[in-house]
C-alpha cells in the first residue's frame, strides 16, 4: 500500500522566470505538469519513513552539462500550526542527488550533489466549507486540498568534481533527500513544518520530454519493510528501486547547458545554444568562435 498525499501555477515560462537562469539551457528531462494543479500527489518523508526519494530516467537530446533540477513538492503545513514562525513560510535544507547507475544509489554514491535552502510557502488554512473542515479551498478551481503545490529548484552548474561542472550520464537516477524528526540520513530529533513536507508525484502523464526508465517504478530509501511492494526482501533503509507506483511519476525538470569544442559547433546558430564554462551564454557567433580559439 504506497502512502499518496494529496497555489494553482503554470511551468511553461518558469525558465525564464528562475533567478540565475541562462537562456542557452535545454530540459532535457520533464515529467511536471505544464499546468501545475494546486496540489498534487505526494510522497511523505516523515509519514513514510523516508530519507530519499526519486526516479530513473533517460535524458533527451545532446547537452550534458548539469544545469537545473527542478522537483514539484507539496507542503501540508499551515502557519497557525507554527505561529512564532515567518507568515509567508518556512525554509528547509534539500538535498538533490545525481547517481550514476542503480549500485551507486544503493551506495549512496552519488557523482554530484547539491544541498540548498529551499522556501517552503505555507499550505492556506482550513476551510469550514471543505468536507472534515481541515482542507484548504482553492479560488483557482474551486476544490479543496490538504497541500500546496510548488516547486524547488537546485543550481547543479558547481556539483561537478572540486566544484566544476557535472557532465550527466544519459540514464541518470535522481534523488531527493532531506531529513525529518525521526527520519532522513540523520533525523533532526525536533519536530517542525518540514514534518509535513512531501515530493510530488505526477498521476496524470508520463514525461513530455526524456523517458521514465519503468514507469511502473520510483526509487525510495525508506526504513518500513512493508512499505516496499517486495516487503523489504530487496533491503530497507537503502536507496533502490520499488515496484508498481503506476499511474504515480516523481515529478521533477532537468536542464542541461553545452560548451563549445571547435568552431564549426558554433556556426549557424549553433551559438545560441551554447555557453562558456562559466555558464554565460555568447552575444554572438564571433565570440563564441574567439572563445573557442582561446581554448578555453
Not at 196 to 217: I, K
Request: charged content about 10%; aromatic content about 12%.
Amino acid at each position: 500500500m504506497k502512502h499518496y498525499f494529496g497555489a494553482a501555477c503554470t511551468f511553461a515560462a518558469f525558465l525564464s522566470v528562475c533567478a540565475g537562469v541562462a537562456p542557452a539551457q535545454t530540459v532535457v528531462y520533464n515529467s511536471i505538469p505544464s499546468v501545475v494543479p494546486p496540489n498534487v500527489p505526494s510522497e511523505g518523508y516523515q509519514c513514510c519513513a523516508t530519507a530519499e526519494f526519486g526516479d530513473k530516467v533517460a535524458l533527451a537530446g545532446t547537452p550534458r552539462v548539469a544545469g537545473f533540477v527542478t522537483v514539484l513538492m507539496s507542503d501540508w503545513a499551515k502557519h497557525s500550526e507554527w505561529p512564532t514562525m515567518p507568515a509567508a513560510g518556512f525554509t528547509h535544507p534539500i538535498t538533490l542527488n545525481i547517481y550514476a547507475d542503480a549500485t551507486a544509489a544503493l551506495a549512496h554514491a552519488p557523482l554530484g550533489s547539491v544541498t540548498q535552502t529551499v522556501f517552503v510557502p505555507w499550505r492556506p488554512e482550513a476551510d469550514p466549507t471543505c468536507a472534515g473542515g481541515t482542507a484548504w479551498r482553492s479560488p483557482v478551481d474551486h476544490l479543496c486540498y490538504n497541500g500546496l503545490a510548488f516547486t524547488a529548484t537546485f543550481d547543479l552548474r558547481t556539483a561537478g568534481p572540486g566544484g566544476g561542472p557535472l557532465t550527466l550520464p544519459n540514464t541518470l537516477i535522481y534523488g531527493v533527500e532531506y531529513n525529518t524528526q525521526t527520519w532522513g540520513y540523520h533525523p533532526i530529533g525536533v519536530g517542525g513544518p518540514y514534518d509535513s513536507l512531501n515530493v510530488g508525484l505526477n498521476a496524470n502523464s508520463g514525461p513530455s520530454v526524456g523517458t521514465d526508465v519503468n514507469p511502473d517504478g520510483v526509487y525510495w530509501n525508506t526504513s518500513v519493510a512493508g512499505f516496499y511492494t517486495d516487503g523489504g526482501a530487496g533491503g530497507i533503509g537503502t536507496f533502490r528501486e520499488d515496484t508498481a507506483w503506476t499511474p504515480y511519476v516523481p515529478a521533477a525538470q532537468i536542464t542541461a547547458f553545452a560548451f563549445p569544442t571547435t568552431m564549426d559547433d558554433c556556426k549557424n546558430g549553433g551559438w545560441q545554444q551554447l555557453v562558456s564554462k562559466t555558464f554565460t551564454p555568447f552575444k554572438n557567433q564571433g565570440a563564441c568562435v574567439s572563445y573557442v580559439q582561446a581554448g578555453k
